[in-house]
């Protein structure tokens, strides 16, 4: 019988309904010292990425951990500033920062605006000189290493739509330099996500430490080297790359120049600590196989269908004797890419509970109505107590913003 810490999950899906995430307080926090505790007696930021998931919850344990987070939108820094996270330690990524949510970003005196392009450096400046204020910046730049990732989960290389090309970095920033309404403090990069190996992480690291090194011998004063995220998870039979190593190594990095160090995990800190519950509805048997028609899919869980990802899938209480053999699980949605896992050795039938694994991550955040299908609960477990953190969307909340002519 599977657990979430001492919480049995036929009990919760017998109390909350399916399907319904489920998340581990416990093992959040496990995830969340792996990186935190590697820069102990060093100056350095772990700021969270909020786009894996921003359920205010699981934001505001992270704040009380003295979290930073990395937010991609005006929308992720509401979300951030309502669960009681620190504006100072938030960094602004993202390539089309809109000038309301730069305002937004501005008034609420976050800690480093992370600019992609000269023409976002100029339009900060100017909102900032309208406010009498200096917008800390870090330049994000693209190294132009191959993550060696899935493709839609690429960021760093030299087509990618991400950061400041290497080549103009130095330029760009004597620019930056000259400019009143804008502080340069640092360089930043982020060359994709489920990284599983060293080399991209290493050459990265070190190409953004030379940067740094050439604009320090033109005189430019920087603080910090921002290595943003990327780190990977184990979701099948990854070999995964020593973390606390690679860690080590970009401490090393930054201390050797004086530098203040940040990162931007998500993926690495929220996958491990959730599982989606779900409940087969349907058997069905064909020429070609069997296939396990369940109540979740692709609208809860999007990254079978967007990235061919793999997520591990299990009986909650496996039947002794129960037939077992390669199946497909597939959600209700009306798309063929519906599919949460193929060839599955599951022995289930209707009615039977399973738990789609590591998806705290790129879950919940990535949802949507599609099918007019409501969002699903989410739960927090705190070993044998549980909270709900988002009850299950209504019908009334999907049609709430409509009107009838
Ligand atoms: C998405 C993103 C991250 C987090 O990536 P993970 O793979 O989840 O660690 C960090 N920084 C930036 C700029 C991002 O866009």
């Known amino acids: 019988m599977l657990h979430a810490e001492d919480m049995a999950l036929p009990e919760l899906a017998a109390e909350y309904g399916t399907p319904v995430y ?28 909020v786009k894996a998931n ?8 992270l704040a009380k951990f003295g979290a930073g987070f990395d937010i991609v939108s005006g929308g992720e820094l509401a979300r951030v500033l309502r669960a009681g996270g620190d504006p100072k330690r938030v960094v602004f990524s993202g390539v089309g920062k809109r000038e309301d949510e730069m305002q937004h970003a ?8 992370n600019v992609e392009s ?14 009498k204020l ?9 190294p132009d ?6 493709p839609h989960i690429a960021t760093g290389h030299g087509s990618a739509k991400f950061g400041i090309e290497l080549a103009q970095a130095e330029t760009v920033a004597l620019k930056a330099a000259l400019l009143r309404g804008v502080q340069l403090q640092g360089l930043a990069c982020h060359i994709g996500s489920q990284i599983t190996k060293i080399e991209p992480f290493r050459q990265t690291a070190r190409r953004l430490a030379d940067l740094a090194d050439r604009l320090r011998a033109r ?12 780190y990977p998870v184990r979701y099948r039979n990854e070999v995964l790359p020593d973390l606390q190593a690679l860690l080590g190594e970009l401490r090393t990095l930054a201390e050797a120049r004086g530098l203040a160090l940040r990162i931007e995990p998500g993926r690495a800190v929220m996958a491990p600590a959730g599982l989606l519950l779900t409940r087969v509805e349907y058997v069905k048997a064909s020429a070609h196989g069997r296939f396990l028609i369940v109540d979740t899919g692709m609208t809860e869980l999007i990254r079978p269908a967007l990235y061919d990802a793999w997520h591990d899938i299990r009986e909650v209480a496996p039947q002794p004797g129960a037939v077992t053999g390669p199946c497909d699980v597939v959600g209700p949605v009306c798309e063929s890419a519906d599919i949460l896992g193929r060839e599955r050795q599951l022995a289930a039938g209707p009615g039977d509970l399973l738990a789609v694994m590591d998806t ?5 955040s990535m949802a949507s109505n599609y099918n007019a299908r409501p969002r699903a609960a989410e739960v927090l477990v705190d070993g044998a107590h549980a909270a709900v953190i988002r009850r299950r969307e209504t019908l009334d909340d999907l049609m709430a913003p409509e009107d009838l002519l």
């Open 22 to 49: 489920v998340y581990s307080r416990r093992t959040l926090t496990d995830s969340w010292r792996q990186f935190a505790r590697v820069f102990e007696g060093t100056a350095h930021q772990v700021c969270y990425a």
């Open 54 to 61: 921003g359920r205010l919850a699981l934001l505001q344990e």
């Open 106 to 113: 501005l008034d609420a005196g976050i800690g480093c605006f």
């Open 118 to 131: 000269e023409a976002e450096l100029r339009r900060l400046d100017e909102l900032a000189l309208a406010r």
């Open 134 to 142: 200096r917008a800390p910046v870090a330049l994000r730049v693209n």
């Open 145 to 150: 290493v191959e993550a060696n990732t899935h």
């Open 219 to 230: 005189g430019l004063v920087l603080k910090h080297l921002d290595f943003g995220g990327g």
């Open 360 to 364: 705290g991550a790129y879950g919940a």
